[in-house]
């Protein structure tokens, strides 16, 4: 999926653009095809998104971070709602970057 920064910072608060782009992020990243996005699934998604856009990859302490923060019901794995409000913030900091 291809993304400019004109059209991002357009789109942002577009709720079916967020869903969409989710949506595709989602089911690529779901490798097991459980519908939950597990910690190493998060993992290879955060450096994936990270090298694409800022042409490097976050620290372990970071990604440890982000998987408690978005986990809310602590089940040990990010469902659709959570990984979207992920996908949110990680298109609010491409904008500012």
Do not use: H, W
Request: proline fraction near 1%.
């Amino acid at each position: 999926m291809d993304f400019n920064k004109d059209e991002l910072v357009k789109r942002i608060d577009d709720d079916s653009f967020i869903t969409e782009v989710a949506e595709k992020f989602f089911r690529y990243y779901d490798k097991n095809k459980n519908s939950i996005i597990e910690k190493n699934e998060l993992i290879r998604t955060m450096k994936d998104i990270s090298r694409t856009f800022y042409g490097c990859e976050p620290e372990a302490s970071a990604i440890e971070t982000q998987f408690e923060k978005l986990d809310k019901d602590k089940s040990k794995g990010i469902d659709f709602n959570e990984f979207k409000s992920f996908i949110r913030n990680y298109i609010k900091m491409l904008i500012e970057f």
